[in-house]
C-alpha cells in the first residue's frame, strides 16, 4: 500500500486525506474531486479505487486487478465522459450505440491513450456534454451484484458538463447507492453542479502542479525532451493539459504572438492587435485563447517580480520589453488588470464570441497605458 500513489506527482494533501479515509475503513458513498484541469484528478480516483480494492484482496489477483482499474474496465469502474449525439439518438438509446463506426473507434483509442497515460486528456470532436443516456446507463451498472468486488467506482469525468436533467438524474443513483459502489465526481467547475449534488459529496482538493512536477510529467509521460518541459512548464500554470497544449500549438510562437498583442495594445495599434487573435482564432479555439490570456498574465506577473527585484522571470527571453514596459509606466497598477484577464478566460467556456473577448482584452491592455 505504501507505493499505492506512485506515479501521481503532487496532491500530498489530497493523497494524505485520501489515505485518511482508506484507513478509517468509513469510506463515503460519493466524492467530489475539486480542482484545475490536468492536475491528475481521475488518476487520483483510479488509484484510490484500487487502493480499496488491494486492502481487501488475496496477492495473487493484485496484478490482474490493477490491471483491470488501470484500464477503467467495469465491473471495476464505470467510466464517464463527454460523448458527442449519435444519429437518431434519444434519450432512451445506450450512450454508444447511435455512434457511427468512426467515432467508435476513436473513443476506444482514446480510452486505450487513457489508460496507457492517465494523464492524458481525452478528445472527441462535438463531445461537448455528459448525455442523460450516460447518466441513466448507470442504473445497469447499479444493478448487478459483484460480491466478490470490495468497491465498484462509477467515475464522471468533468462532471460539470452534465446538463440539468442528466444532474436530475444522477441525483436519484447519489441518494443511496448500493453497498461497495462508491462516486467519484471529477470537475474543475463545481459551482455548476447542483448544490444538491454537492452536499451529497464529500470534497477533495487538488491544487495546481508546480513547475518540478510539470516537467517530470511531461518527461515521463509525454516523453518530452526535458529542456522543452523546462521552459515550457512555468507557462503551464499548473495543469499538465495547458503544458500540452503550449506544445501542440508551438510555444515559442505562441511566446511571440503574446508580446505582439501586448506591443500593439499597448500602442494602441488595435487592428495589429486584432490580427494577432485572428491568427489564434480562425480555428474557434477557445483554449488556445485561454493559453494566450494566461501568457500575458504571466507576463504582467513578470513585471511584478522585474519592480522587487526578483530573478525568477518567466519571460527571460524578453527581458528587454519588460525593461521598456517598466521604464516608461513604472507605477501602473497591475492588480485590476490581471483580475479582469482572469475573468475574461473564465467566462469563455460560457460559449460567448471569441472576438468579442478579444477585443475586451485589447481595450483593458490599451487603457493601462491610456491612463
Known amino acids: ?40 484528478k481521475d488518476f487520483a480516483a483510479l488509484k484510490f479505487t484500487e487502493a480499496l480494492n488491494l486492502k481487501f484482496t488475496a496477492s495473487e489477483k493484485v496484478e490482474q486487478i490493477t490491471n483491470l482499474i488501470a484500464s477503467f474496465s467495469e465491473p471495476y469502474i464505470k467510466y464517464i465522459i463527454p460523448l458527442p449525439r449519435g444519429k437518431n439518438e434519444n434519450d432512451g438509446s445506450n450512450p454508444t450505440e447511435k455512434l457511427n463506426s468512426d467515432e467508435i473507434q476513436l473513443l476506444q483509442e482514446e480510452l486505450k491513450h487513457k489508460s496507457e497515460n492517465p494523464y492524458y486528456k481525452i478528445s472527441i470532436p462535438k463531445a461537448n456534454n455528459i ?39 444522477l441525483l436519484k443513483s447519489l441518494e443511496e447507492p448500493p453497498n461497495g459502489v462508491i462516486f467519484i465526481l471529477t470537475t474543475a467547475f463545481p459551482s455548476m453542479l447542483r448544490e444538491t449534488i454537492r452536499s451529497r459529496c464529500s470534497m477533495i482538493n487538488f491544487q495546481p502542479l508546480n513547475n518540478q512536477n510539470i516537467k517530470n510529467i511531461l518527461v515521463d509521460y509525454f516523453k518530452v525532451e526535458s529542456k522543452l518541459a ?40 488595435f487592428h495589429s ?18 493559453l494566450l490570456i494566461s501568457m500575458i498574465i504571466i507576463w504582467l506577473n513578470d513585471i511584478h517580480k522585474f519592480r522587487l527585484g526578483v530573478k525568477d522571470i518567466y519571460f527571460l527571453d524578453y ?23 482572469e475573468y475574461l478566460s473564465s467566462i469563455i467556456q460560457n ?21
Do not use: C
Not at 274 to 287: G, K, Y
Open 230 to 269: 523546462e521552459k515550457i512548464s512555468p507557462f503551464a500554470s499548473g495543469s499538465i493539459t495547458n503544458a500540452i497544449n503550449l506544445i501542440a500549438n508551438d510555444f515559442e510562437e505562441l511566446l511571440e504572438k503574446t508580446i505582439f498583442v501586448l506591443r500593439y495594445s499597448f500602442g494602441r495599434k
Open 273 to 290: 492587435a486584432l490580427e494577432q487573435f485572428n491568427q489564434i482564432l480562425s480555428d474557434n479555439d477557445s483554449e488556445t485563447l485561454k
Open 319 to 341: 527581458l528587454e520589453t519588460l525593461e521598456k514596459f517598466n521604464n516608461k509606466f513604472p507605477d501602473i497598477s497591475l492588480t485590476n488588470i490581471i483580475y479582469k484577464l
Open 131 to 169: 448525455k442523460i443516456n450516460s447518466i441513466r446507463d448507470i442504473k445497469k451498472f447499479l444493478s448487478y451484484n459483484y460480491s466478490d468486488i470490495a468497491y465498484r467506482i462509477v467515475l464522471i469525468s468533468q462532471a460539470h458538463l452534465m446538463n440539468e436533467e442528466a444532474q436530475n438524474a
Open 1 to 40: 500500500m505504501q507505493n499505492i500513489w506512485k506515479g501521481i506527482y503532487g496532491q500530498e494533501s489530497a493523497k494524505q486525506a485520501l489515505d485518511r479515509i482508506i484507513d478509517s475503513n468509513k469510506i463515503p458513498h460519493s466524492f467530489l474531486f475539486i480542482g484545475n484541469e490536468g492536475v491528475g
Open 351 to 371: 460559449n460567448i464570441n471569441l472576438n468579442l473577448i478579444a477585443l475586451n482584452i485589447i481595450y483593458e491592455l490599451s487603457a493601462l497605458t491610456s491612463k
